[in-house]
Nanobody
Framework: QVQLVESGGGLVQVGGSLRLSCAAS????????QGWYRQAPGKQRELVAH???????NYADSVKGRFTISRDNAKNTVYLQMNSLKPEDTAVYYC?????????WGQGTQVTVSS
């Protein structure tokens, strides 16, 4: 099993930045990919960014050029650097890990962008 703990959410003004962290523990060597999803009130959960074990990344069109996903293997941590934040980025952000044909989820962290 894989356990995920997110941190770094909070309240930020439009145009500001935040960095989310996701620390993984447990069967970390089985992780093949990790990602960040988000869910805004009344909306479906959506993929924000994704990184594979060999470092390939992909992003939702809405965050390309503003968000960057990265990984520190020594710390078993995945990051989401969010710049130029907009009110529509307000959501609960969830970290995920794909391992052993199963997707694990973190508990979520709230990001609120105020205008």
């Amino acid at each position: 099993q894989v356990q995920l703990v997110e941190s770094g959410g909070g309240l930020v003004q439009v145009g500001g930045s935040l960095r989310l962290s996701c620390a993984a523990s447990g069967s970390i060597f089985s992780i093949r990919a990790q990602g960040w999803y988000r869910q805004a009130p009344g909306k479906q959960r959506e993929l924000v960014a994704h990184i594979t074990s060999d470092g390939r990344t992909n992003y939702a069109d809405s965050v390309k050029g503003r968000f960057t996903i990265s990984r520190d293997n020594a710390k078993n941590t995945v990051y989401l650097q969010m710049n130029s934040l907009k009110p529509e980025d307000t959501a609960v952000y969830y970290c995920t890990a794909f391992a052993n044909h199963y997707t694990y989820w973190g508990q979520g962290t709230q990001v609120t962008v105020s205008s």
